[in-house]
């Protein structure tokens, strides 16, 4: 047949539905799922870490400016600041430099010949007159000035000494007569305050007065403080207030008025607050910028974030991973896809009748062992093939001939050529039974073949099944000038069928008799056997059991080495010629084959050339051999 491309090609797949584009598919989906969960998992991540390095750089940041407030609030001017800014750069790990204007304060990683050059605007403004309320909310509520400024209410040392011992002597009260375990905390100024526990106030029996009220010190300053923020008042036209201790304050009286007008909190509030800033001005550091830097001068950032064009990388970074994971599916799906087009091009092929066909093996993959198996189905396939054509062959051969005969001898006597005796009707019936002989053995090869040979098995002696063969095939060894002689233990016995056990045995018999020469001998043996593996060269092997060994031996001419193998094949005769003076159909010793593996045993062939044959059935002595 022709073997052009297309039609052993077979129907286009639809390119939907071919296994290259279904492999990309889900290569597509796999990296689109892949990369949305990686982007997913990276961008909280990110998030969370942003967040983490944001919140250090928010925590090094409040702690600098704290401790630099703290600084300016305590001195009158930035002299001295240098370790202060050393210490911030080694602790936080940045780079702190403080200037005041053009002029450079202190550089925790100065470097000797190249000044500081600073960015637009600095980081924060060190002013504890002016403090930041996100950075220091408790600077807030008192007017932006830092509490750690003081300035002249500062308590000298025998003020604080007096008033420390009454503080003490208000512990010592508390803790006889309450129980409260109450403590003495000095502020910044000197100035010692009772704390007691969840902040309760201090029992009337221990209060002293004496540590709510200003000392000379105290006086002095906040006379001060009272002219300035009268000053402020009265510039905005309202009456004047007197400032207590705690910073709050109460109206004052003019002199000859029994009632004193009231002002405006918040104008008095802002007046407070501006007057304390100027009256401290003198007591603390002037107002600096503070810059704050990663090491080399670097702006301190964190390593990534969500920006335009950081969102514009993912997004390449995701194409270029799904190009690479369709690439690399493409390539292996191509590699994939094309011994299988092999493999349908070959089974197509096979399916047209070519039982040749076969495809390239390639590798050591699944796919390759699946090729290896195909081309074993395909050789396979042509044994058989070929096989079933010698078979056709030899039983036209087989049944043509007697017909032949029985034709030949029919038109002679119809032609008037050859009358209707006796020797006639004997000639064509033996013709007819030769026929009938070679249509059972096909059909018990068919049964056999189609695993519908039926046994009816019982338990048999097989010293009897013997003789009755022997004295059943007498007359034909008689007739040859052989000699049938039966050796077997009258107490051996087994299960099988009788008749498909005789016929077997009786296979073997008329086989060894017609290849016997006149006086020799054809012996029918009969022993007990070991157990062991069968050795019949059908797939059908299995192992027996100890049961029993059937030998048939004969005298004749032998079986040639080359030719001992296909003594069971179907229609093999020794004779080339096929001649019918030694042989008979070809089939008696396939049959015999089938029987014997029917009930379980094995069936081998020996035989020495110029001293004669032997045959040996080996039967499970308990039955099928399970």
């Known amino acids: 047949m022709s073997r052009d491309a297309r039609p052993r090609g077979g129907p286009a797949v639809p390119l939907g539905r071919s296994l290259l584009m279904r492999l990309l598919a889900v290569a597509a989906l796999v990296s689109v799922c892949s990369i949305a969960a990686t982007a997913w998992v990276v961008v909280r991540t990110t998030a969370v870490a942003i967040r983490q390095e944001q919140g250090k750089d928010l925590a090094d940041d409040t702690k600098t400016y704290d401790v630099l407030v703290g600084y300016a609030a305590r001195h009158r001017d930035w002299d001295a600041v240098g370790s202060t800014v050393a210490e911030l750069g080694r602790t936080t790990g940045h780079r702190i430099v403080l200037r005041d204007g053009d002029r450079t304060l202190a550089d925790s990683a100065a470097v000797p010949g190249h000044p500081y050059v600073a960015a637009p605007e600095p980081t924060a403004v060190i002013d504890p007159l002016a403090v930041d309320p996100q950075l220091l909310p408790d600077a807030a509520r008192d007017g932006g000035i830092d509490p750690r400024a003081v300035g002249p209410y500062r308590l000298t040392d025998a003020e604080s000494s007096r008033l420390r011992e009454t503080a003490d002597g208000v512990v010592r009260c508390l803790r006889m007569t309450t129980g409260d375990t109450a403590r003495v905390v000095v502020g ?15 029992d009337p029996r221990c209060e002293a007065t004496v540590l709510n009220r200003p000392v000379p010190s105290e006086d002095k300053a906040l006379d001060i403080l009272d002219g300035l923020v009268d000053d402020c008042l009265e510039r905005r036209g309202l009456p004047g207030v007197t400032v207590t201790i705690d910073g709050s ?47 080399g001068d670097r702006a301190a950032s964190t390593f990534f974030d969500l920006s335009a064009h950081n969102k ?46 076969r495809v390239e093996v390639t590798g050591g993959d699944e796919i390759a062992r699946l090729s290896a198996a195909f081309n074993a189905m395909s050789h396979r396939r042509q044994q058989l093939e070929s096989a079933r054509k010698v078979m056709v062959s030899d039983v036209a051969h087989e049944l043509r001939t007697p017909l032949s005969n029985i034709r030949g001898w029919l038109e002679a006597v119809e032609d008037g050529l050859v009358p209707p005796d006796e020797k006639l009707v004997a000639s064509v019936l033996e013709e007819a039974l030769l026929l009938q002989h070679v249509i059972d053995d096909l059909r018990d090869l068919s049964a056999a073949d189609a695993g519908e040979l039926r046994l009816t098995t019982e338990r048999l002696g097989v010293a009897d099944v013997l003789a009755q063969t022997a004295q059943g095939h ?46 020799g001998t054809v012996l029918l043996k009969a022993t007990g ?15 027996t059991t100890a049961g029993v060994r059937i030998e048939v031996s004969d005298t004749g001419p032998g079986i040639a080495p080359e030719d001992l193998p296909h003594v069971f094949d179907r229609f093999w005769r020794a004779e080339k010629s096929r001649s019918r003076q030694t042989g008979g159909s070809g089939l008696g010793l396939s049959i015999v084959r089938k029987l014997i593996e029917a009930h379980g045993g094995s069936v081998e062939a020996r035989s020495t050339p110029g001293v004669g044959s032997t045959f040996v059935l080996r039967l499970p002595s308990n039955g099928l051999a399970v």
């Open 188 to 202: 910044e100024g000197g100035r010692p305050t009772v704390e007691t526990p969840d902040e309760r106030p201090v």
């Open 249 to 295: 304050w109460r109206p004052a009286r003019p002199r000859g008025r029994t009632s004193a007008a009231t002002a405006p909190d918040k104008d008095v509030r802002d007046c407070v607050a501006s007057s304390r800033a100027e009256q401290l001005e003198p007591y603390v550091a002037p107002a600096a910028q503070l810059y704050v830097s990663s090491p």
């Open 312 to 357: 514009l990388r993912i997004a390449w970074g995701a194409a270029l991973v799904l190009l690479v994971t369709v690439a690399v599916t493409a390539f292996a799906g191509l590699r994939l896809v094309r011994p299988l087009r092999r493999l349908t091009v070959a089974a197509r092929r096979m399916e047209a009748g070519d039982v040749s066909a």
């Open 474 to 519: 007498g007359p034909l060894a008689e007739a040859s000038g052989a000699r049938l002689v039966v050796e077997a233990d009258p107490e051996l016995t087994v299960w099988a069928d009788p008749v498909r056990l005789r016929q077997a045995v009786g296979n073997l018999v008329s086989n060894a008799v017609r290849h016997t020469p006149p006086g």
């Open 529 to 543: 056997d070991q157990p062991g593996p069968a050795r019949s060269g059908s797939p059908a092997q299995v192992t």
